[in-house]
């Protein structure tokens, strides 16, 4: 996680198993994990400037995964993450049946969870990660 600009920090201690969930914890989004689309269906439905990854297929590469909404909604709990850039999130199959893709980020003091077309991609848009030990 740290590779890609990321900061990795323990969030969260499931009382029952004991396991710590890390997650990113930059102000923005790491620099290493921006410019993807959302998953390798969204990369390869791209006539034109596609990008080189996505953030699905990136974060299994880490061996992280994405954050949910609700661990998304939890880290900006902790802090004031995405003021100017914005992060995509694990979503649900009904959503990305559809050709959509969850995306979040912190504006005007709130946190904002929005949808944008899986192959949508933007330079100030990457994803955080989040594993479990």
Request: net charge negative.
């Given at each position: 996680?740290?590779?890609?600009?990321?900061?990795?920090?323990?969030?969260?201690?499931?009382?029952?198993?004991?396991?710590?969930?890390?997650?990113?914890?930059?102000?923005?989004?790491?620099?290493?994990?921006?410019?993807?689309?959302?998953?390798?269906?969204?990369?390869e439905s791209r006539k034109e400037h596609r990008p080189s990854a996505s953030a699905v297929?990136?974060?299994?590469?880490?061996?992280?995964?994405?954050?949910?909404?609700?661990?998304?909604?939890?880290?900006?709990?902790?802090?004031?993450?995405?003021?100017?850039?914005?992060?995509?999130?694990?979503?649900?199959?009904?959503?990305r049946k559809l050709g959509g893709a969850l995306f979040g980020d912190r504006r005007f003091?709130?946190?904002?969870?929005?949808?944008?077309?899986?192959?949508?991609?933007?330079?100030?848009?990457?994803?955080?990660?989040?594993?479990?030990?």
């Open positions: 996680m740290e590779e890609t600009g990321g900061e990795p920090d323990v969030v969260e201690k499931d009382l029952e198993t004991g396991e710590l969930l890390f997650a990113d914890c930059s102000a923005e989004t790491p620099k290493g994990r921006v410019s993807t689309c959302y998953d390798r269906e969204g990369l297929e990136m974060a299994g590469a880490m061996g992280i995964k994405l954050l949910t909404e609700v661990q998304y909604r939890r880290l900006q709990d902790l802090g004031e993450f995405d003021r100017k850039t914005s992060s995509w999130l694990s979503t649900p199959e009904e959503v003091g709130r946190v904002f969870v929005y949808h944008n077309g899986a192959q949508s991609y933007f330079a100030a848009r990457g994803f955080r990660g989040c594993l479990k030990v």
